[in-house]
């Protein structure tokens, strides 16, 4: 900690927070909002906003004298309602405190993309924070794209068979990437007609220049036959990058549910699930998916990152386990993650997918509902699931909202992360490792994924094959410790 008297620390703070909250009740809500103290249980807060702030202060050092370490708090819980606050960030850095990367800056700028099926063709509408809107009108995607999106998909798939275990080559890789672009370049054009992308560079300029970057939030549900597309994949031929590889906008899918959140914790915890069995027919005995090989895979990763890191596994694969391993953790103290690696299919005449789990006598089919009844705990809840199984996130033509991922969403997990392809060996290594150590520095869960796009992409076609299903804005799931 820098050497400086309580008293000077005492008066910075409390320039801090009467500087960023705008009125007495703003500063009470956001940060009992947040994590920090009711401040009305112990002030009179219809005091001016500067009175209320001096008075917190006082408090805080008074019940921990020696170590700030309740100052801290309440300062990182002011941070969390009013992220990027130069203030607050210099009171924390005065007294030693490490600011975790997702505080640090300014929240990330939304604009919502809505795309409607109106007979033949679609229309896109952008809105923004401010609720402006633009509109356009785009045309089915053309046989060309189709046949193409086919291909990519068998590409996919060979890569996580036949070249299971192996960096593709160099070569592969140039094709690969060439695929991508074009695919990329249709897949913008479809999102963008004119007047909505000149509206998206509008709103980009000015996340840029509030020192934040803008997050695109897709929502396909009025346009069912849709839904299966990899929208992952846009091409912004202006800044000649895809979307979901930049730092400055990114792209995950919408699902209109109400976000609950809790607060991020001081380590990440992941509970997994292994099971294996055969993907066409529940009920089948297991068959040869390397589970346990990617479950050593994704423990060494974790390993690597940190060990800090707790970890629990039902080995078992089976539901009974699932429960007892999610009563294990007390309310308040629950796991950050569940990470599934097995299979995932879907029943195209109920019109939505499944898990596979182990069951008496071989494999058993668990919905999106079954399990989100497992998971969601008062408390508990984990703030972000992980579907390493090849159909996480397929959805049924005319149901976008039917696939594992959205249903989950759609019961109240915050954020779901599902594959929409097969995913290689390496590439499933190298997406746990930069993920997991991305989350556990403090990192969002959006930004996270991009960093891990950008470490797949150097070698893998499968940094599209991740998709982000969520409710809400940006979040993260751990707060180092100072």
């Given amino acids: 900690m820098p050497d400086l008297g309580h008293t000077t620390l005492q008066a910075q703070a409390t320039e801090a927070l009467w500087r960023t909250f705008g009125t007495a009740q703003d500063l009470h809500d956001g940060i009992r909002d947040h994590g920090g103290p009711d401040l009305a249980e112990e002030h009179n807060i219809h005091t001016g906003t500067r009175e209320l702030a001096a008075a917190a202060v006082r408090s805080a050092m008074d019940l921990d004298p020696s170590g700030l370490s309740r100052l801290r708090d309440l300062l990182l819980a002011a941070l969390r309602a009013r992220r990027g606050s130069p203030e607050l960030r210099a009171a924390l850095e005065a007294m030693g405190v490490k600011v975790p990367p997702h505080l640090a800056s300014p929240p990330e700028k939304v604009l919502h993309l809505r ?38 998909k068998e590409v996919l798939a060979v890569s996580s068979t036949t070249n299971r275990g192996t960096v593709f080559q160099a070569g592969n890789r140039r094709f690969d990437k060439a695929m991508l672009k074009e695919l990329g370049d249709d897949v913008f054009e479809f999102l963008m007609p004119p007047e909505v992308n000149r509206f998206f560079l509008d709103n980009l300029e000015k996340a840029l220049n509030a020192n934040t970057s803008l997050q695109v939030m897709l929502d396909v549900e009025r346009a069912p036959s849709l839904a299966h597309i990899p929208w992952e994949l846009a091409f912004d031929p202006r800044r000649r990058g895809h979307l979901c590889l930049g730092n400055e906008a990114s792209l995950c899918r919408e699902v209109d549910a109400v976000l609950t959140l809790l607060q991020p914790k001081r380590e990440l915890r992941i509970l997994g699930l292994v099971a294996a069995g055969d993907i066409t027919t529940p009920g089948a005995p297991d068959d040869a998916l390397e589970v346990d090989r990617e479950r050593d895979l994704i423990q060494t990763a974790l390993r690597d990152v940190s060990p800090a890191v707790q970890q629990g596994w039902c080995l078992g694969g089976t539901l009974t386990e699932l429960r007892r391993m999610m009563r294990a953790r007390a309310p308040g103290d629950g796991w950050s993650v569940f990470h599934f690696i097995g299979h995932g299919g879907f029943d195209e005449e109920a019109g939505e997918g499944y898990l596979l789990l182990r069951g008496a006598g071989g494999t058993v089919p668990v919905t999106a509902d079954r399990l989100a009844d497992i998971l969601l705990t008062p408390g508990g809840t984990p703030q972000l699931v992980v579907l390493n199984c090849c159909s996480g996130g397929t959805t049924a033509q005319g149901k976008p909202f039917s696939s594992v991922a959205a249903t989950l969403v759609l019961r109240g997990i915050p954020a779901v992360i599902a594959m929409q392809f097969p995913v290689s060996e390496p590439a499933a290594l190298s997406f746990s490792r930069n993920f997991y150590e991305a989350i556990s520095e403090g990192m969002s869960v959006q930004r996270a994924l991009t960093q891990t796009r950008q470490a797949l992409s150097d070698d893998f076609p499968e940094w599209v094959t991740p998709a982000l299903f969520t409710s809400g804005g940006d979040f993260a799931l751990v707060e180092p410790p100072a």
């Fill in 115 to 152: 795309v409607l099926e109106v007979g033949n063709r679609f229309e896109i509408q952008a809105i923004n924070e401010a609720r402006e809107i633009r509109e356009g009108e785009s045309r089915r995607f053309a046989p060309e794209f189709i046949t193409s999106l086919a291909r990519l």
